[in-house]
């Protein structure tokens, strides 16, 4: 059984850092796409980032703030987020597929069930 749990997430005030983390079980970690999502109050889920063994992108709003890296050996991807922003506050999930590499979340199989990031202007 799949089971991605995400953490890191908190109250930061506006430029602040924070670092989700999202720990993977049940799975070949190596050959799965990881990806951050992030849905705030009101709106549609939204991509943020992705990573496999192809590389990695983002969503332009979050480039050269964020960045996604994987830890093969510790089953965890990671979302590095520097200068936070007011409209980055959102629910992020982690996500996870085999074959598919990029922003359409319904293409990912397996989800987490997210971590509340807020950052207070």
């Known amino acids: 059984q799949v089971r991605l749990v995400e953490s890191g997430g908190g109250l930061v005030q506006a430029g602040d850092s924070l670092r989700l983390s999202c720990a993977a079980a049940?799975?070949?970690?190596?050959?799965?796409?990881m990806g951050w999502f992030r849905q705030a109050p009101g709106k549609e889920r939204e991509f943020v980032a992705a990573?496999?063994?192809?590389?990695?992108n983002y969503v332009e709003s979050v480039e050269g703030r964020f960045t996604i890296s994987k830890d093969n050996a510790k089953n965890t991807v990671y979302l590095q987020m520097n200068s936070l922003k007011p409209e980055d506050t959102a629910v992020y999930y982690c996500?996870?597929?085999?074959?598919?590499?990029?922003?359409?979340?319904?293409?990912?199989?397996?989800w987490g069930q997210g971590t509340q990031v807020t950052v207070s202007s």
């Open positions: 996500a996870a597929d085999q074959r598919y590499y990029g922003s359409k979340d319904n293409e990912y199989d397996y």
């Open positions: 049940g799975l070949t970690f190596s050959g799965y796409t």
């Open positions: 990573i496999s063994g192809s590389g990695d």
